[in-house]
């Protein structure tokens, strides 16, 4: 069986999808002392094979997190511009800078209401970067998430899986969850956007897709944000991005930015929603919904 509660509990990034190799070979710890032995990060526990699989997952992010794919773009060039040398070019660690992906700091983070300070006003050994504009730090921390959830979703399992063991459920059972309980239906149809997905996605892909459809995909659905001013009137529209203090929503010119402390707001992330029910699932639901899928061919 495959454990598919531990790999929601774990944030569900921890099935292998056979990515594991690398990440599953025992590295030699590095030596007491040496400070950031490679760029890969290995100097950070990463590959001490006195850990389990779980602690070397580091902290989970607490709110899975999506960002369009042009500001996660450009958020890389600016993280190797500006804190790839400390942190190495993957987030993973490098000259002295610790691993991001194994940051509690950058796992509690939602949308930089923790990273955009601490890149600010720098910490210990870690300059300020006072000259940042909040759209490249925007940038950055889109760059960081996504480092830090390719890495939850890569380094999680150690176990390689062969699809015929993921064959144990029964699609009949899958197929009311879905419709029921499961609550897929409210957002998905097995006629409509999940038409076929089990002849796109099969075995492995289709488990990863349907734990984390936000892998790959080249920009997911925006948050959307409604944002109800002291008059009563109410502005909706995607979120653009928001800080501690601020709020931005709209799109373009037609952007406007709110005091949070002025303003109630409330935001619909899709995705989150979608991650929300993927906490409920039961290694039953999970294989049984898992068959239902691979029969919408
Ligand atoms: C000169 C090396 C250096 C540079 C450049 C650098 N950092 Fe750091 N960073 C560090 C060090 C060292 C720490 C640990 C500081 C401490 O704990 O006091 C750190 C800590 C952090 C943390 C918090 C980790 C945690 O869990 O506490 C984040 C997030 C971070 N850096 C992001 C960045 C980003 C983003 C940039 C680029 C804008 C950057 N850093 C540039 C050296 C650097
Ligand atoms: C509140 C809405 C919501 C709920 C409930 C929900 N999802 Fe999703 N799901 C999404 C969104 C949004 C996406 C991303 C769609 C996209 O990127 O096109 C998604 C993506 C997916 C994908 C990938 C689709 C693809 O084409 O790659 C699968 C599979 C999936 N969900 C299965 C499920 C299952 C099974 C359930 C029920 C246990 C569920 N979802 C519940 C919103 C939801």
Do not use: W
């Amino acid at each position: 069986m495959i454990p598919f509660a531990a790999a929601v509990a774990l944030g569900i990034g921890a099935l292998g999808l056979g990515f594991a190799q690398d990440a599953a070979t025992p590295t030699t710890p590095p030596a007491k002392g040496v400070k950031g032995t490679n760029a890969k990060g290995q100097g950070k526990g990463k590959g001490n094979p006195a850990q389990s699989p779980a602690s070397r997952l580091g902290p989970q992010t607490v709110t899975p997190q999506t960002y369009p794919a042009e500001q996660i773009k450009a958020g890389a060039q600016q993280f190797t511009a500006q804190c790839g040398f400390c942190h190495g070019r993957d987030t993973a660690g490098g000259e002295g800078g610790p691993d991001l992906t194994r940051s509690e700091l950058v796992a509690q983070d939602l949308r930089g209401d923790k990273i955009a300070p601490l890149i600010r006003s720098g910490r210990g050994s870690m300059p300020a970067f006072s000259d940042l504009t909040a759209a490249q730090i925007t940038e950055i921390v889109a760059f960081v998430h996504d480092e830090k959830t390719k890495s939850e979703s890569l380094t999680g399992g150690r176990q390689t899986v062969d699809p015929a063991q993921l064959a144990t459920g029964s699609a009949d059972a899958g197929r009311l969850y879905f419709n029921g309980a499961g609550g897929c239906s409210g957002c998905h149809s097995a006629t409509g956007d999940l038409e076929g997905i089990g002849t796109r996605y099969q075995g492995l892909a289709l488990i990863q897709r349907m734990l984390y459809p936000t892998a790959g995909r080249p920009t997911p659905p925006r948050p959307k944000a409604t944002v109800t001013l002291a008059s009563g009137e109410t502005v909706t529209g995607p979120l653009a991005s928001q800080d501690e203090f601020t709020i931005t929503v709209g799109e373009g010119d037609a952007r406007k930015t709110y005091d949070k402390n002025a303003v109630k707001y409330k935001i619909d992330d899709p995705m989150s929603a979608h991650f929300d029910q993927l906490g409920k699932y039961t290694d039953a639901d999970m294989h049984n919904v898992y068959a239902y899928l691979s029969t919408l061919k």
